[in-house]
T-cell receptor, first 115, second 113 residues
């Protein structure tokens, strides 16, 4: 079965600190995504990647960086964490059909609290 | 603008009734529309999906109706069950950027026994 593993499951960070969220998939998928979930906003796309060593900006990339060093791993980096970045973060991978993203398989999420 | 809009924000139905969740979009390049559901404290998971070549997709009690001309679609859940209580997200795969997937804000469905 498809597997997307996120770490850590939860984290408390201080304002101005650096935070790295990690994601590992064993699906052999080319596409990977980072979404942020907040009450009332649904799932908002932060960064995504369609191939290793390349990332793309999503709809809300400000304050976030992404890194895709290999097909299996995709990290989200908050260089200077802020209170407004408190949220649940989901990583996902996707298979593709004809070059198009198909089903997204989500990790369990990381609950980030910035104090 | 690339957006997916959902309504209502929250919906309550009685067990056995049909729940209707709505979704609309503006960008005509959207060409794949999956619906995901998410139970409390869990991750979203694919429920059902449709492509614009079809105007209807059915899977058991769940049916998507698609109106390409009006850029609207709806998810009908017949014979609703308390176990269907979840948040439902309409999503879209962007045709001009086929690996970009965006989501609506979701509809919270409550099915009362």
């Amino acid at each position: 079965e498809a597997a997307v593993t996120q770490s850590p499951r939860s984290k408390v960070a201080v304002t101005g600190g650096k935070v790295t969220l990690s994601c590992h998939q064993t699906n052999n998928h080319d596409y990977m995504y980072w979404y942020r979930q907040d009450t009332g906003h649904g799932l908002r796309l932060i960064h995504y990647s369609y191939v290793a060593d390349s990332t793309e900006k999503g709809d809300i990339p400000d304050g976030y960086k992404a890194s895709r060093p290999s097909q299996e791993n995709f990290s989200l980096i908050l260089e200077l964490a802020s209170l407004s970045q408190t949220a649940v973060y989901f990583c996902a991978s996707s298979d593709k059909l004809g070059g198009r993203a198909e089903t997204l398989y989500f990790g369990s999420g990381t609950r980030l609290t910035v104090l | 603008q690339q957006q997916v809009r959902q309504s209502p924000q929250s919906l309550t139905v009685w067990e056995g009734e049909t729940a209707i969740l709505n979704c609309s979009y503006e960008d005509s390049t959207f060409d794949y529309f999956p619906w995901y559901w998410q139970f409390p404290r869990e991750s979203p998971a694919l429920l059902i999906a449709i492509r614009p070549v079809s105007n209807k997709k059915e899977d058991g009690r769940f049916t998507i109706f698609f109106n390409k001309r009006e850029k609207k679609l709806s998810l009908h859940i017949t014979d609703s069950q308390p176990g269907d209580s979840a948040t439902y997200f309409c999503a879209a795969s962007v045709g001009t950027n086929a690996y970009k997937v965006i989501f609506g804000k979701g509809t919270h469905l409550h099915v009362l026994p």
